[in-house]
């Protein structure tokens, strides 16, 4: 049974943007911490954004895409997107959906601190 299924990655230039989607199972969207982290390679995964459960949500961003990315998450649907708008080459990676299975504790938790992960989408920023 697959948790998290992420979509909307690809190729673009520097300055554009993109939208990823992640469509999650109920039992595993529904009070989680949700976020997105990604990775290079040789690198350790790096967090990205995460959004809290709840109706009135809140988020935290990783301070390289602080005012660039936004993540959002839709209740009726147990999807959580992440507007990327501006990229840059540097944010080239492996991108990552996943789900604490707790909240967020008023954080962005690291990487080890999830339990469920999507099979991860590939975003390329060229120059």
């Known amino acids: 049974q697959v948790e998290l299924e992420e979509s909307g990655g690809g190729s673009v230039q520097a300055g554009e943007s993109l939208t990823l989607s992640c469509a999650a199972s109920?039992?595993?969207?529904?009070?989680?911490?949700m976020g997105w982290f990604r990775q290079v390679p040789g690198r350790e995964r790096e967090g990205v954004a995460v959004?809290?459960?709840?109706?009135?949500?809140?988020?935290h961003y990783a301070a390289s895409v602080k005012g660039r990315f936004t993540i959002s998450r839709d209740n009726a649907k147990d999807t959580v997107s992440l507007q990327m708008n501006s990229l840059k080459p540097e944010d080239t990676a492996m991108y990552y959906c996943?789900?604490?299975?707790?909240?967020?504790?008023?954080?962005?938790?690291?990487?080890?601190?999830?339990?469920?992960w999507g099979q991860g989408t590939q975003v390329t920023v060229s120059s």
């Open positions: 109920p039992y595993t969207y529904a009070t989680s911490c």
């Open positions: 996943a789900a604490r299975g707790t909240g967020c504790n008023g954080r962005l938790p690291p990487a080890d601190n999830f339990r469920a």
């Open positions: 959004i809290s459960a709840g109706n009135i949500p809140y988020s």
